[in-house]
DNA sequence: GTGGTCTAGACCACT
DNA sequence: GTGGTCTAGACCACC
């Protein structure tokens, strides 16, 4: 198996949340490329111990956003990658995730450099671990 | 009023979150101080047109994190200061807000310079403000 | 009630896409503006008869891709209209409904000046017609 | 060889769609006439590198609705050609996918314009191949 | 076998 | 009261 994907049932993120992430991010990082098959739904299910219709919320919506494409009858595939958002949307959607970031720095006292530097050093080790490690 | 608290109903966070995260922020950079008072459940409530409930769980977690300490039948106050954390403790509870942050932008697309001078943009108009103004 | 929506049971798309469908068209045609209040998950569900999952499920996409703005606890509000696809994206989104319809001129023998002909009276008819007609 | 059938997988309208699609417009546009052979079910798969089921599908509706006769053990034929529709009829039924096209083209922000060129577009691409390159 | 849709009913978070 | 998530189980279309 090309991908190994891990969730926690017991975290506050939603499971299908998780699976989306995760995939994207697989997909970001070219641990998966274009083409390359998922597990399919029941498969996957079963595996991570979850409903099968949670799976395919998860699916669904990577689907909807052009990362994967379903095939009938076929499976589940990693997509072309293409860029589907406008700047403006793109930044919009990762604002909460700053302005979370930056509100908790500011409570626990550390400074913007203290910070550039932690997301620099957490980017690299994101962008660059081949697997699983938590 | 030493402190006056903002709220915004279109957020994606919690109202509750929100009183929360102004209180402990604004403690966290001396702008309240042990024994300044708090508005009431019921003035706060009226005050950001909220229901009280809302506030009540707000200040009840507060408390519950020894932030503020509730005087029956006098109000409410800011407790003493909550002994320091160690960089170690301090670093482990930026961790969540700082993966969140670094995937997320990793799914878009924003590379580590991109997403560090938003992290600076951020961290000058959420610390330059004094109160909180969306 | 501002906005009387309609479903089809026995049509081949799907419930919850007609329902995605209908807001959106209201919303591009003005029918629905920002801040107006859209029937709640259960209530619409009551009134169309169909399980509340449905209807969640429709309201979730249309959140998602920033028609609508859902707030916890208050019910579902149409959010400001802004451009969330590249221009790409949108062209690659119009593609199947265009191939599906030159095919099926084709083979039923219209020219193309027959088609723009009807593409621009039913452009109209949907743009200007104010409330649910079939 | 009178008459190459070209599929794409990767497309959203099913194989067996497309089968029957391009033989209708090919018996639409005079390519294909009454007497025509086709491939055979089995042979027409190996060729396409579909299931044989697939095909066979494609081949039962087109045999349902009088477009093809199979003869046993001699092969598939073009019939005779149906009756030519009303134009209120054939109006009638091109109204799907007019509808369709013009209510994703509002949704998503293209002008009466646009779709028209696009159309036009379409239509030369479509009616200009000889046969079905994606 | 695959994914897509829908129902029924549960639990939780937020207001 | 509101929406969000998950489970269980059904039916359908496609390959």
Same mark, same amino acid.
């Given at each position: ?58 699916? !669904? $919506?990577?689907? #909807?956003?052009?990362?994967? %494409? ?7 595939? +990693? /997509? ?7 700047? !403006? $949307?793109?930044? #919009?959607?990762?604002?909460? %995730? ?7 720095? +500011? /409570? ?27």
């Amino acid at each position: 198996m090309a991908f190994d994907l891990r969730i926690s049932t017991g975290s506050s993120t939603p499971i299908f949340r998780q699976i989306i992430d995760q995939v994207r991010l697989a997909v970001a990082t070219a641990r998966l490329k274009e083409g390359d098959a998922l597990a399919s739904v029941r498969a996957l299910a079963e595996q991570l111990v979850v409903n099968p219709n949670t799976v395919a919320k998860a699916y !669904a $919506e990577l689907a #909807r956003d052009g990362v994967i %494409a379903t095939h009938q009858g076929k499976g589940v595939f +990693i /997509a072309a990658r293409r860029p589907i958002y406008t700047s !403006a $949307e793109r930044l #919009r959607r990762l604002e909460p %995730a700053l302005d979370d970031l930056v509100r908790e720095a +500011i /409570a626990l006292g550390f400074s913007t450099d203290d910070v550039q530097k932690l997301v620099q050093t957490h980017f690299r080790k994101m962008a660059g671990r081949k697997d699983g490690e938590s």
